[in-house]
């Protein structure tokens, strides 16, 4: 179900002759030297790093070692949906002190930070925002299931 969706490798990748068509917008072109070869494929790749695909990752935290990771991760520009449970099975304190890094991490660099549920935490680059619905206090009490 999922292939339905996906696109191939191909389509993501632009075609050569749409580059060279575009970019020769030059009524009278000149032959290209190896060093203007050498610096168009210099300025391209700075354009392509400058607009790098980010990622959404999963990932368990199973040790205080793992922050490192997420860490490098979210300096990439990836989010991160952590997955606390393994090392609460080990230790709360664990937990605690792993939240307290991250959160002063993400705070450093400009990013967001925020809990989904009782298990996970997301993690999120400077360029992304969580959205927090914020609602209004109530003076009734919350209504209860039974």
């Known amino acids: 179900m999922l292939g339905l969706f996906r696109r191939s490798k191909k389509e993501d990748e632009p075609k050569m002759e749409e580059k060279q068509t575009a970019s020769t917008s030059d009524p009278n072109p000149q032959p290209q030297t190896q060093e203007t070869i050498q610096a168009t494929a210099i300025e391209t790749g700075m354009k392509q790093e400058a607009h790098a695909k ?85 003076d009734e009490p919350l209504p209860t299931a039974a």
């Open 54 to 138: 980010a990622y959404l990752k999963a990932m368990p935290l199973h040790d205080l070692a793992d922050i490192e990771n997420v860490e490098l991760e979210i300096k990439a520009g990836n989010i991160i949906i952590l997955k606390i449970t393994p090392l609460a099975n080990k230790s709360i304190q664990d937990v605690s002190k792993a939240v307290n890094e991250l959160y002063a991490f993400t705070e450093s660099i400009g990013g967001d930070i925020a809990r989904l549920g009782e298990e996970r935490i997301v993690v999120c680059p400077p360029q992304i925002r969580i959205w927090r619905e914020k609602k209004p206090a109530r």
